[in-house]
């Protein structure tokens, strides 16, 4: 069933969304060749205490830190662990906080140093594929429509789009209704209404849509082994129209990033 949230309920969204903005650009700061993903795990949990929030992936089915950390090949849900990043390496960086009772979540996928040409193409793609479907996330429309834009603005380039791992609704759990699949059909799938909020993240991958879960229980690979790149925004209905809840500003001031990408989905 899908919660509809009220605008007072948003406005909490927002503040817990924005913990994780953030947070990211706390990480922003360290992500460099040799820090160690569970270094930037620490500083992140610590991060988010210091907000007043809680970390909303500790313990949330057992994972077992504040981050998901996938590097490279990983699509989603690795582990921090002790090895260093390297120069050239992606990583995303997925988090959650848990603050009034609501969640934020969301992700993006970094640059380790100087990247392959091919490589920042899949980052930026991916990324522009976000807001491609959070531009469908609007009254009149259907969950299908999201997923349709995200899948033909990626396939276009030849990239896989993740078939079992999708973004949600969210609130006061992670994960709620409605599923919303990075791929589908147009005019196919729940209607969105006013007040709905969900979590939207493509998972691209530069080669096929195939993934392997790792015997760890939790870690997700491409079945090639290419790289694969995750960014994910928290987004309301407001008015009928998306309204961001997360940013990417914290992480864009720190990299000396100019954009206004963000602005069509300010109200
Ligand atoms: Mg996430
Ligand atoms: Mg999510």
Request: charged share 25%; with cysteine; hydrophobic share 35%.
């Amino acid at each position: 069933m899908i919660k509809i949230k009220t605008l007072e309920e948003i406005e909490l969204m927002r503040e817990s969304a924005l913990i994780v903005s953030k947070t990211l650009g706390e990480i922003a700061k360290e992500i460099k060749p040799g820090v160690t993903t569970l270094q930037l795990d620490k500083i992140a949990e610590e991060f988010i205490r210091d907000q007043g929030a809680t970390p909303g992936f500790l313990g949330l089915y057992d994972f077992p830190n504040t981050l998901c950390m996938s590097p490279n090949e990983q699509v989603v849900h690795g582990f921090p662990n002790n090895d260093p990043l390297q120069e050239g390496d992606i990583i995303s960086v997925d988090c959650g906080a848990l603050k009034n009772e609501f969640y934020g979540d969301h992700a993006y996928t970094f640059e380790v140093g100087e990247v392959a040409s091919e490589t920042k193409k899949l980052l930026q793609i991916t990324k522009e594929s976000l807001y491609v479907g959070i531009r469908q996330f609007r009254v009149g429309n259907r969950v299908g429509d999201v997923g349709f834009a995200i899948q033909e603005y990626t396939e276009k380039h030849s990239y896989g789009v993740v078939r079992e791992l999708v973004g949600h609704g969210l609130g006061r759990k992670m994960h709620e209704d409605p599923e919303m699949p990075n791929y589908g059909k147009r005019g196919r799938g729940k209607k969105f209404k006013n007040g709905m909020v969900v979590a939207i993240e493509p998972m691209i991958n530069m080669g096929t849509h195939r993934i392997n879960h790792l015997k760890d229980g939790w870690t997700i690979k491409t079945a090639d082994l290419k790289p694969s790149a995750h960014f994910e925004h928290n987004v309301a209905i407001v008015n009928g129209k998306p309204e961001l809840l997360s940013t990417f500003k914290y992480i864009y001031d720190v990299l000396g990033i100019v954009s206004d990408e963000e602005d069509e989905f300010r109200q």
